[in-house]
């Protein structure tokens, strides 16, 4: 099934510093959403990025997406510890409107 | 409140036990989803509705039934538990359009002995 994989798996970083994960998909897609999700928490959705976008912003979220590459990437810039949770990003398909989600990165952002 | 509930967050059953998840949401989103997440699989999709009446299985329907008589309710059946169904499940909501972001509801924690 469509499934995008996150990299790295874990991230561990200082506060005040810039955290990237990426994911790459395996099939076409129609658009590519990342959430976080908190420990013992349902997930959150971040943002949404359609295919015919490249870069997307959200407050301190930046994210790219390269379909010739069939990747995309998430920036948190100036990182704090509420930052700390699992992020997951999420791919549908132009005939389908179901997500496919991926393992997770777990960020840890130490004080 | 507003918004999507699961009940109930945390539940232990034996082997063999029929068991029900309930999920609820209060906005009239069209599309309601399940999905199971356990370490290493991410989040994977067990079932999903259209509409009301309208349900479809999806990567993962084995060994679990659903049901969508009313628009905001989305109940998933496990009809024999079994350990590998120890998990932790989430049901999600969708608004009309497709290929829209989802609302997740807090989780319910199966566990099954």
């Known amino acids: 099934s469509q499934q995008g994989e996150e990299d790295p798996q874990a991230l561990s970083i200082q506060e005040g510093e810039n955290a990237t994960m990426n994911c790459s998909y395996k099939t076409s897609i129609n658009n590519l959403q990342w959430y976080r999700q908190n420990s013992g928490r349902g997930l959150v959705h971040l943002i949404l990025i359609r295919s015919n976008e490249r870069e997307k912003h959200s407050g301190r979220l930046r994210v790219t997406l390269d379909t010739s590459k069939k990747s995309s990437s998430l920036l948190i810039t100036a990182s704090r510890a509420a930052d700390t949770a699992s992020y997951f990003c999420?791919?549908?398909?132009?005939?389908?409107?179901?997500?496919?989600f991926g393992a997770g990165t777990t960020v840890t952002v130490r004080a | 409140d507003a918004g999507i509930t699961q009940s109930p967050r945390y539940k232990i059953t034996e082997t063999g036990r029929q068991v029900t998840l309930m999920c609820h949401q209060t906005?009239?989103?069209?599309?309601m989803f399940w999905y199971r997440q356990d370490l290493g699989h991410g989040l994977r999709l067990i079932y999903y509705?259209?509409?009301?009446?309208?349900?479809d299985k999806g990567e993962v329907p084995d060994g679990y039934v659903v049901s969508r008589s009313k628009t905001e309710n989305f109940p998933l059946t496990l009809e024999s538990a079994t350990r590998s169904q120890t998990s932790v499940y989430f049901c999600?909501?969708?608004?009309?359009?497709?290929?829209?972001?989802?609302?997740f509801g807090e989780g319910s924690r199966l566990t099954v002995l």
């Open positions: 906005w009239s989103h069209s599309y």
């Open positions: 999600a909501s969708s608004p009309g359009t497709p290929h829209g972001e989802l609302f």
């Open positions: 509705s259209a509409a009301a009446d309208i349900t």
């Open positions: 999420a791919t549908n398909t132009f005939n389908d409107y179901k997500l496919s």
